[in-house]
Structures are given as structure tokens and as C-alpha cells.
């Protein structure tokens, strides 16, 4: 009954290749967000969309690419790998996206692009 | 200046002490704020929402001076079970919410 699922929770892959990671929430929720944190552990946030539409798009190489099929998916699709990359990247969901809401988190997508 | 600015610690503490965190923002029109808690190798979990008057939730007090853009948590009593990074978590509207989170402070607590 996880309620932000993400899968894989390891991915280790060679530089050049594509992959993606796929997020599920069963909350119900509107808004929905992938974050990034690297190995100096700053979370940072790449995207953040509302009903399926994008509402934030932070300085992210366009190698990354999000979609949202419905409003309880959030998939990111990542070309031409890089080690740069190598990072956990966490799904998170919210109710409204209003700012004044929790966020919460799924367990986390660790990356390893050698 | 990062947008959102803690002492990366790590904090080494008995337990039973008092350790308070401190946490600054450069976004004078953020108006949302957040402390998160991480435990290793796992996704951050709200600790507690703060707000203008201060707030306590059992050993667990935080203020927001939005004069000086400054947060700060304060944990009584430490458990052995506290031991976590805390995030400080500010949230500012740019078109668009966004919720800036801090590198945050490890905190160790020791028997």
C-alpha cells in the first residue's frame, strides 16, 4: 500500500545509454514531482506537474524528459546518459501543489551511470 | 548565496541533551516553511510545517523570524532514534511554487 511508488529503486547502466523510472502515487494527489539529490546530498527539484500539465521545469538538460499520463504518474525518461547523472532521484507528490502542502516522498531511484 | 543556508554539522550529542538547528533563506517572499527529516539511504519525511508564532510538537519546537529570514529547530530530549540529517525546507511562489530544500544538519545521538 505504498503511497509514492517508484521502480527501479537501483538502476547501474553505461554512460550513452537510455533509461527511465517510473513513479506511481495512490494518494489521490494533483501535482506530482521528480527531485534530484547528487552526492553533496542537496535535493534539488527538475519538474513539477500539475493534472498531467508541466508547471516548473528547473534548468534540466533536455536529455531528461518527463510524462505524465494520468495525474497518478510521473515517468522520467533519461537519453545519452551521463556520469554526471549518477544521483538518487526521487518522485514525490503533493495534494495541490499549493506550497503549503507535504510533499510526500517515494523511496528513492539510485542511479549509477558508469 | 544558496537559497537556503544550514550548518552541515555533523552534530554529535548524548542523549537526553537539547541541540537546536539553524536554518537561513535569501527569498524574502517565501512564505511556506518545512523541516524534513532523512534518514539514511531513505526519502525525507515531514518533520514539521513551522509557522510565524512558533510552533512545538512534543520535543520538537521551531520558529520563523521572517525579519531575518531565519528558522530554527529545537529538539529536546534527544533519543537515540533522532539521529537523522534534518532538512530546512522553504517554499516561494516564482510563477509557479517551488520548494527550495536546505543541504541540511546531521545529527547524531549517542547513548
Known amino acids: 500500500d505504498t503511497a509514492v511508488s517508484q521502480t527501479p529503486k537501483y538502476l547501474v547502466t553505461q554512460m550513452g545509454n537510455d533509461k527511465s523510472i517510473k513513479c506511481e502515487q495512490n494518494?489521490?494527489?494533483?501535482?506530482m514531482y521528480w527531485y534530484k539529490q547528487d552526492s553533496k546530498k542537496f535535493l534539488k527539484i527538475m519538474f513539477s506537474y500539475n493534472n498531467k500539465e508541466l508547471i516548473i521545469n528547473e534548468t534540466v538538460p533536455n536529455r531528461f524528459s518527463p510524462k505524465s499520463p494520468d495525474k497518478a504518474h510521473l515517468n522520467l525518461h533519461i537519453n545519452s546518459l551521463e556520469l554526471g547523472d549518477s544521483a538518487v532521484y526521487f518522485c514525490?507528490?503533493?495534494?495541490?501543489?499549493?506550497?503549503?502542502?507535504?510533499?510526500?516522498f517515494g523511496s528513492g531511484t539510485q542511479l549509477s551511470v558508469l | 548565496r544558496k537559497e537556503v543556508e544550514q550548518d552541515p554539522g555533523p552534530f554529535n550529542v548524548p542523549e537526553g541533551a537539547t541541540v537546536a538547528f539553524n536554518c537561513t533563506y535569501s527569498n524574502s517572499a517565501s512564505q511556506s516553511f518545512f523541516w524534513y527529516r532523512q534518514d539514511c539511504r531513505k526519502e525525507p519525511k515531514l518533520l514539521m510545517s513551522v509557522y510565524s508564532s512558533g510552533n512545538e510538537d512534543g520535543r520538537f519546537t521551531a520558529q520563523l523570524n521572517r525579519a531575518s529570514q531565519y528558522i530554527s529547530l529545537l529538539i529536546r530530549d534527544s533519543k537515540l532514534s533522532d539521529s537523522a540529517t534534518y532538512l530546512c525546507?522553504?517554499?516561494?511562489?516564482?510563477?509557479?511554487?517551488?520548494?527550495?530544500f536546505g543541504a541540511g544538519t546531521r545529527l547524531f545521538v549517542k547513548a
Open positions: 494518494l489521490g494527489h494533483d501535482t
Open positions: 525546507v522553504v517554499v516561494a511562489n516564482t510563477g509557479g511554487f517551488k520548494t527550495i
Open positions: 514525490a507528490s503533493s495534494q495541490q501543489g499549493s506550497g503549503s502542502e507535504k510533499l510526500f
